[in-house]
């Protein structure tokens, strides 16, 4: 099936935000702050600008609390007394054009006396930094099982490496953007998001106004990757601000250097890894530190952590385990959440580190990891017992196969031996990724999900999820569809309208297709139950029951609807950090092959190879297309996306300097998949979205490694730090 | 200091008198509200905004509005002829070759123009011809193809 929306995209006809024609509407830009920490003295606003018919608006003008509602109160909608990173915004301005407005901000000075600031999540604060609790620590996280000491004191062997990886900018190719606009009584926001429900719940508590009051839309949105689920919120209070002051509708579209210095990104981390080992390389032990730069704000911080944590002790068995985590508070920007949401990092450090070990000890790098793998009815560092009947040996065996890896590897020796400057070398990660919300969150979303039935027989699906990208419209026709057996013509998706659809979860988590997909399935299973059906109807007998039931129920709403239910025999402990993390896993096997030139110290990828087994494939195309995507992601952050900080901002906001793969940085992507359908996800779907993050890095790597013999630990591995190994 | 300027956008002429300093991007999307070239960076990076301007691809990010005084430009809107797909769209469409759809317009102007010069490119003349023009979603290989299967369809 193609995409749903493909051709409007085609075609140039697709509304994006800035592209919404908007009668009389003001345009809005941010006074931000230049300073990492200080108070505030002053925000001088120019004598030719006061009274210009300018609109200004500050946190004197916020009806409700001055917080950006998520996990922690500590997120400023506008800096009052003191701000915590550069570019915070501090006040916001509103013109006839985008670029009056955007003088108009460059204008005002927001002059701030300066305080120390904690810029190296690394470092303990001093006394003079501490500006959270009494050690700058925003959360604090503990996985324990087994006895790690007692084990890592008998281990014959023992291994400890450090691994470091940097903040990664999303760079959505449709920077933040959103419109506002009064109702009557309604404050209207549409634009660029992933989460509906995040914004409305957000606006109701800065705006002080109920729900009713508050209604807000999707516009198509020029992709996310995590960037679109926390930030919004900000974006869509300051502009519902801007135009309840200005009593006009509001444009604010940020541009690409604004984006890239002020908004969110991936959160920097380091990680310790000491494991004991036997002599032929069997995990004994673990005894994981996990360390993330969580910015000046909270934001999603304590969930990055705890997946990541979860994820840390990579696929493989061990009975003693302990993971210690915490997440710092920086001035910096706030780090938010990121596809693969600290997953990506803890595995780049526990993939990295096999290969490390597998050299320590001498034990092939494969063999070390078959040894390990966890079969079923082994446990994960969380104590889930893995009972899934997927044949992780056979994901790892397949990746060998596409890439040739055996074979490849006797062939790098030999072309390596010859060659004057050019290295090659092959390098693998194996890897899993939970699917859908960590631990009890599922259950305490309750998602509620409804299809409509509709009076000239076609059904429409209303759900929260939203399309960025990744091909919900799609994917979720074709589950109504199949399950309802109608033409996936007959089937409508709504947009994303928090007046017209239901709160089934945020667009995040890779819980898209598998845990939205399933109420879909269920709740189009209840509409044919309400018009009396089986599930033997056919789709044109469903067809004639809508018609009739509206024909005796004139002006009524006909809906099928389904409530998150918990796969049964999931247990979890929010205190303890014991149990079932996740109700599924994908798991994963990639190869990467490299080839780093002596010259220029350039690593680039010139095979790549990613098998996973994600339950059944819905879509095969939209399947690899994610996968391809989040791979060069992947690279881009292994090799070239490096962010480079000055006083807690970002220096290279922008894409001359801050770099992401162009197509001619990546080979073709090989995608497999294996499948082994979930019982409790859409049509047997786990998730996918997320995945294809983790696995790129640490197979890139091992390969850098095996085509030079330097031992790189610190990613991104741009040329700069390349040299430095390779010269010492 | 406005000028007075006539261009041609997709077959249709346009007379306006525009800022010296407006760009030909801001052009065609505020004047004339063709909003399907989309703005991605402002600093000639992304390609988003890539446009046909006497049949060469050009970022109209790069040019002002008054550069293109005489000259005929054609935008994604004008892609389309009649109810006929213009073969790189409709390879796009067989090929997947998008997912969000925000680097879709400036790639498939780019990939138009590729093939103008070049009707049976190379994967590797592909991939270095593109090398202008962004795409954070898809990690371009349906693109790749889209453009070779394009290639195919328009030797026939
Ligand atoms: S907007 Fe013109 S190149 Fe990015
Ligand atoms: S499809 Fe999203 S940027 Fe290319």
Redesign the interface.
């Given at each position: 099936m193609?995409?749903f929306?493909?051709?409007?995209?085609?075609?140039?006809?697709?509304?994006?935000i800035?592209?919404l024609?908007l009668e009389n509407c003001l345009w809005g830009a941010t006074v931000r702050s230049p300073a990492a920490r200080g108070t505030i003295r002053q925000v001088r606003v120019p004598n030719h600008l006061e009274g210009s018919g300018l609109v200004l608006v500050d946190h004197r003008d916020l009806p409700g609390p001055n917080v950006v509602s998520l996990i922690t109160d500590d997120w400023p909608i506008l800096a009052a007394e003191t701000v915590r990173h550069r570019y915070e915004p501090v006040m916001l301005v509103a013109a006839e054009s985008r670029a009056a407005a955007r003088r108009a901000a460059a204008q005002i000075e927001v002059v701030v006396d300066p305080l120390p600031a904690a810029l190296d999540f690394r470092q303990t604060p001093t006394a003079e930094q501490i500006q959270v609790g009494d050690d700058n620590v925003l959360k604090q996280l503990k996985i324990e099982r087994g006895e790690v000491d007692e084990a890592l004191a008998a281990a014959p062997i023992v291994v400890e490496g450090e691994y470091e990886t940097g903040a990664q900018e999303?760079?959505?190719?449709?920077?933040q953007g959103m419109a506002a606009w009064l109702d009557g009584e309604v404050v209207v926001v549409h634009g660029s998001l992933q989460c509906p429900y995040y914004v409305e719940s957000a606006l109701t508590r800065a705006l002080d106004l109920p729900a009713e009051r508050v209604r807000v839309i999707q516009a198509?949105?020029?992709?996310g990757?995590g960037g679109k689920e926390d930030f919004p919120s900000i974006v869509a209070i300051h502009a519902a601000l801007l135009a309840i002051k200005a009593q006009r509708p509001i444009k604010l579209i940020y541009?690409?250097?604004e984006d890239m210095a002020a908004t969110t990104k991936r959160h920097p981390a380091w990680i310790r890894h000491r494991t004991g080992l036997s002599e032929e390389g069997q995990i004994l032990a673990h005894d994981i530190e996990v360390v993330l730069d969580g910015g000046a704000y909270v934001t999603l911080s304590p969930v990055v952590l705890s997946r990541g944590m979860i994820h840390a002790a990579g696929p493989y068995a061990c009975d003693h385990v302990r993971i210690r985590g915490r997440a710092m508070m920086t001035n910096s920007v706030p780090f938010g959440a990121f596809r693969g949401f600290g997953a990506p990092q803890t595995l780049f450090a526990i993939e990295r580190h096999m290969d490390v070990i597998a050299k320590q000890i001498g034990v092939d790098p494969v063999k070390l990891r078959r040894l390990n793998l966890l079969t079923d009815g082994q446990a994960t560092a969380t104590g889930q017992v893995i009972d899934d009947g997927t044949d992780r040996q056979q994901v790892l065996s397949r990746a060998l196969d596409l890439s040739r890896f055996t074979y490849k590897r006797s062939q790098h020796t030999a072309f390596n031996a010859e060659h004057a400057y050019l290295r090659r070398g092959i390098g693998l990660a194996c890897f899993f990724h939970g699917a859908g919300f960590t631990g009890s969150g599922e259950r305490a979303m309750k998602s509620l999900l409804h299809v409509a039935g509709l009076a000239d027989g076609r059904v429409e699906v209303l759900s929260a999820s939203t399309e960025?990208?990744?091909?919900t419209t799609t994917i979720f026709t074709q589950i109504a569809a199949d399950q309802l057996r109608l033409d996936p013509e007959q089937i409508l998706i709504a947009q994303p309208d928090t007046w017209r659809v239901p709160d089934n979860g945020p667009t995040v988590a890779s819980r898209t297709t598998m845990v939205v997909g399933r109420l879909i399935e269920r709740a189009c299973d209840n509409l044919r139950e309400r018009v009396g059906l089986d599930a033997a109807a056919t789709g044109t007998e469903l067809q004639a029951a809508l018609v009739a039931w509206h024909e005796e129920h004139p002006d009524e709403e006909l809906l099928g609807s389904a409530r998150y239910q918990q796969p049964p025999g999931i247990e979890w402990d929010d205190e303890t950090y014991r149990g079932d993390a996740y109700s599924a896993y994908g798991w994963a096997t990639y190869v990467a092959e490299v080839e780093v030139d002596l010259r220029t110290y350039t690593a680039r990828v010139i095979d790549f190879v990613a098998v996973q087994e994600i339950g059944k494939v819905l879509n095969e195309?939209?399947a690899r297309?994610q996968i391809?995507?989040?791979?060069?992601?992947g690279i881009g952050w292994a090799l070239l996306e490096e962010c480079r900080w000055q006083e807690g901002g970002m220096a290279n906001h922008?894409?001359?300097n801050y770099i992401?793969?162009?197509?001619?940085d990546?080979p073709?992507?090989r995608v497999a998949f294996l499948e082994n359908p979930y019982p409790h996800g859409g049509q047997g779907a786990k998730g996918i979205g997320e995945l294809p993050l983790d696995g790129p890095a640490p197979a890139i790597f091992n390969a850098v490694a095996a085509a030079t013999g330097v031992d790189p630990r610190v990613l991104p591995l741009v040329p700069e730090r390349l040299m430095e190994l390779i010269e010492q | 200091m406005r000028h007075q300027i006539r261009v041609e956008v997709n077959g249709k002429s346009h007379e306006r008198e525009v800022e010296a300093r407006q760009l030909l991007v801001h052009f065609l999307?505020d004047e004339l509200?063709?909003?399907?070239?989309?703005?991605?960076?402002?600093?000639s990076?992304?390609g988003?905004c890539t446009v046909w301007m006497d049949g060469k691809a050009v970022k109209s990010c790069t040019q002002l509005a008054v550069q293109a005084d005489g000259c005929s430009v054609t935008?994604?809107?004008g892609?389309?002829q009649g109810d006929t797909?213009h073969p790189v769209?409709e390879a796009?469409?067989e090929c997947?070759g998008?997912?969000?759809?925000?680097?879709?317009?400036g790639m498939?102007m780019a990939a138009g123009a590729l093939l103008k010069e070049n009707p049976s490119p190379s994967?590797a003349e592909?991939?270095?011809s593109?090398?202008?023009?962004?795409?954070?979603?898809?990690?371009?290989?349906?693109?790749?193809k889209a453009i070779a299967h394009a290639a195919q369809g328009g030797a026939q």
């Amino acid at each position: 099936m193609k995409r749903f929306e493909g051709l409007e995209k085609l075609t140039g006809r697709t509304l994006f935000i800035d592209d919404l024609p908007l009668e009389n509407c003001l345009w809005g830009a941010t006074v931000r702050s230049p300073a990492a920490r200080g108070t505030i003295r002053q925000v001088r606003v120019p004598n030719h600008l006061e009274g210009s018919g300018l609109v200004l608006v500050d946190h004197r003008d916020l009806p409700g609390p001055n917080v950006v509602s998520l996990i922690t109160d500590d997120w400023p909608i506008l800096a009052a007394e003191t701000v915590r990173h550069r570019y915070e915004p501090v006040m916001l301005v509103a013109a006839e054009s985008r670029a009056a407005a955007r003088r108009a901000a460059a204008q005002i000075e927001v002059v701030v006396d300066p305080l120390p600031a904690a810029l190296d999540f690394r470092q303990t604060p001093t006394a003079e930094q501490i500006q959270v609790g009494d050690d700058n620590v925003l959360k604090q996280l503990k996985i324990e099982r087994g006895e790690v000491d007692e084990a890592l004191a008998a281990a014959p062997i023992v291994v400890e490496g450090e691994y470091e990886t940097g903040a990664q900018e999303h760079v959505y190719l449709e920077p933040q953007g959103m419109a506002a606009w009064l109702d009557g009584e309604v404050v209207v926001v549409h634009g660029s998001l992933q989460c509906p429900y995040y914004v409305e719940s957000a606006l109701t508590r800065a705006l002080d106004l109920p729900a009713e009051r508050v209604r807000v839309i999707q516009a198509a949105t020029g992709g996310g990757f995590g960037g679109k689920e926390d930030f919004p919120s900000i974006v869509a209070i300051h502009a519902a601000l801007l135009a309840i002051k200005a009593q006009r509708p509001i444009k604010l579209i940020y541009d690409r250097g604004e984006d890239m210095a002020a908004t969110t990104k991936r959160h920097p981390a380091w990680i310790r890894h000491r494991t004991g080992l036997s002599e032929e390389g069997q995990i004994l032990a673990h005894d994981i530190e996990v360390v993330l730069d969580g910015g000046a704000y909270v934001t999603l911080s304590p969930v990055v952590l705890s997946r990541g944590m979860i994820h840390a002790a990579g696929p493989y068995a061990c009975d003693h385990v302990r993971i210690r985590g915490r997440a710092m508070m920086t001035n910096s920007v706030p780090f938010g959440a990121f596809r693969g949401f600290g997953a990506p990092q803890t595995l780049f450090a526990i993939e990295r580190h096999m290969d490390v070990i597998a050299k320590q000890i001498g034990v092939d790098p494969v063999k070390l990891r078959r040894l390990n793998l966890l079969t079923d009815g082994q446990a994960t560092a969380t104590g889930q017992v893995i009972d899934d009947g997927t044949d992780r040996q056979q994901v790892l065996s397949r990746a060998l196969d596409l890439s040739r890896f055996t074979y490849k590897r006797s062939q790098h020796t030999a072309f390596n031996a010859e060659h004057a400057y050019l290295r090659r070398g092959i390098g693998l990660a194996c890897f899993f990724h939970g699917a859908g919300f960590t631990g009890s969150g599922e259950r305490a979303m309750k998602s509620l999900l409804h299809v409509a039935g509709l009076a000239d027989g076609r059904v429409e699906v209303l759900s929260a999820s939203t399309e960025i990208g990744q091909g919900t419209t799609t994917i979720f026709t074709q589950i109504a569809a199949d399950q309802l057996r109608l033409d996936p013509e007959q089937i409508l998706i709504a947009q994303p309208d928090t007046w017209r659809v239901p709160d089934n979860g945020p667009t995040v988590a890779s819980r898209t297709t598998m845990v939205v997909g399933r109420l879909i399935e269920r709740a189009c299973d209840n509409l044919r139950e309400r018009v009396g059906l089986d599930a033997a109807a056919t789709g044109t007998e469903l067809q004639a029951a809508l018609v009739a039931w509206h024909e005796e129920h004139p002006d009524e709403e006909l809906l099928g609807s389904a409530r998150y239910q918990q796969p049964p025999g999931i247990e979890w402990d929010d205190e303890t950090y014991r149990g079932d993390a996740y109700s599924a896993y994908g798991w994963a096997t990639y190869v990467a092959e490299v080839e780093v030139d002596l010259r220029t110290y350039t690593a680039r990828v010139i095979d790549f190879v990613a098998v996973q087994e994600i339950g059944k494939v819905l879509n095969e195309t939209l399947a690899r297309g994610q996968i391809q995507g989040g791979v060069v992601q992947g690279i881009g952050w292994a090799l070239l996306e490096e962010c480079r900080w000055q006083e807690g901002g970002m220096a290279n906001h922008q894409l001359t300097n801050y770099i992401i793969p162009t197509s001619d940085d990546v080979p073709s992507i090989r995608v497999a998949f294996l499948e082994n359908p979930y019982p409790h996800g859409g049509q047997g779907a786990k998730g996918i979205g997320e995945l294809p993050l983790d696995g790129p890095a640490p197979a890139i790597f091992n390969a850098v490694a095996a085509a030079t013999g330097v031992d790189p630990r610190v990613l991104p591995l741009v040329p700069e730090r390349l040299m430095e190994l390779i010269e010492q | 200091m406005r000028h007075q300027i006539r261009v041609e956008v997709n077959g249709k002429s346009h007379e306006r008198e525009v800022e010296a300093r407006q760009l030909l991007v801001h052009f065609l999307r505020d004047e004339l509200r063709l909003t399907g070239t989309n703005v991605g960076c402002e600093t000639s990076l992304c390609g988003a905004c890539t446009v046909w301007m006497d049949g060469k691809a050009v970022k109209s990010c790069t040019q002002l509005a008054v550069q293109a005084d005489g000259c005929s430009v054609t935008t994604i809107e004008g892609m389309k002829q009649g109810d006929t797909f213009h073969p790189v769209q409709e390879a796009f469409w067989e090929c997947h070759g998008l997912q969000c759809g925000y680097c879709t317009p400036g790639m498939i102007m780019a990939a138009g123009a590729l093939l103008k010069e070049n009707p049976s490119p190379s994967e590797a003349e592909i991939r270095q011809s593109l090398k202008g023009n962004l795409c954070r979603c898809t990690g371009y290989q349906n693109i790749v193809k889209a453009i070779a299967h394009a290639a195919q369809g328009g030797a026939q």
